[in-house]
């Protein structure tokens, strides 16, 4: 099975201020026929469902603000957020979707300093 | 829009049986995988089962291989998810997710079930 584990569990920035999470696989996520790496973000606001910010490592979803981006390869990965709005607390959580079973990180707690 | 609306939760003694239901809407639901994935409360995130459109392929994680069953029904656009000798570890909010292969794009809002005596 593919680990994730996210650093940190917990992160406080103040607003305006970037805010980067990290996540690391087990094994490579990056596949050698297409070249993609088949690594999710997700964001999950309380009482939410988890909401899909980024696919394929790097690419943002239909909506969500250009101040959120991704990168990374192989195992090594991050998100970003150039500057933090309110409306960003949330936990997020990395994933992988390379192989079965599917697999998420622990999840980053995203506060408010 | 999209939407998957998920029923079929509630309280069951352990050892008992559930069977979660998963309506879409708003796409054909036909052309993708779906997957059930869970969340214990205050809990992080565990895929419990995803399925092939025409369900020729089915994965599951291995805490459930035996008890659980995951299905679909295209004609009803519904997804469902038989789960028997439930265990209390297995209580959690179960959400119903669209997917393109592995990855989950649109997910439901979640129905709990809680395992206890």
């Known amino acids: 099975d593919i680990v994730m584990t996210q650093s940190p569990d917990s992160l406080a920035v103040s607003l305006g201020e970037r805010a980067t999470i990290n996540c690391k696989s087990s094994?490579?996520?990056?596949?050698?026929?297409?070249?993609?790496?088949?690594l999710a973000w997700y964001q999950q606001k309380p009482g939410q469902p988890p909401k899909l910010l980024i696919s394929?490592?790097?690419t943002r979803e239909s909506g969500v603000p250009d101040r959120f981006s991704g990168s990374g390869s192989g195992t090594d990965f991050t998100l970003s957020i150039s500057s933090l709005q309110a409306e960003d607390v949330a936990v997020y959580f990395c994933?992988?979707?390379?192989?079965?079973?599917?697999?998420f990180g622990q999840g980053t707690r995203l506060e408010i300093k | 829009e999209v939407q998957l609306v998920e029923s079929g939760g509630g309280l069951v003694q352990p050892g008992g049986s559930l069977r979660l239901s998963c309506a879409a809407s708003?796409?054909?639901?036909?052309?993708?995988?779906m997957t059930w994935v869970r969340q214990a409360p205050g809990k992080g995130l565990e895929w419990v089962a995803n399925?092939?459109?025409?369900?020729?392929?089915?994965y599951y994680v291995d805490s459930v291989k035996g008890r659980f069953t995951i299905s679909r029904d295209n004609a009803k656009n519904s997804l469902y998810l038989q789960m028997n000798s439930l265990r209390a570890e297995d209580t959690a909010v179960y959400y119903c997710?669209?997917?393109?292969?592995?990855?989950?794009?649109?997910w439901g809002q979640g129905t709990l079930v809680t395992v206890s005596s």
């Open positions: 394929w490592a790097s």
């Open positions: 094994q490579s996520v990056l596949s050698s026929s297409n070249n993609k790496n088949y």
């Open positions: 399925m092939k459109q025409d369900g020729s392929e089915k």
């Open positions: 994933h992988q979707y390379y192989s079965a079973p599917i697999t």
């Open positions: 997710a669209r997917g393109g292969g592995f990855l989950s794009d649109q």
């Open positions: 708003g796409f054909t639901f036909s052309n993708y995988w």
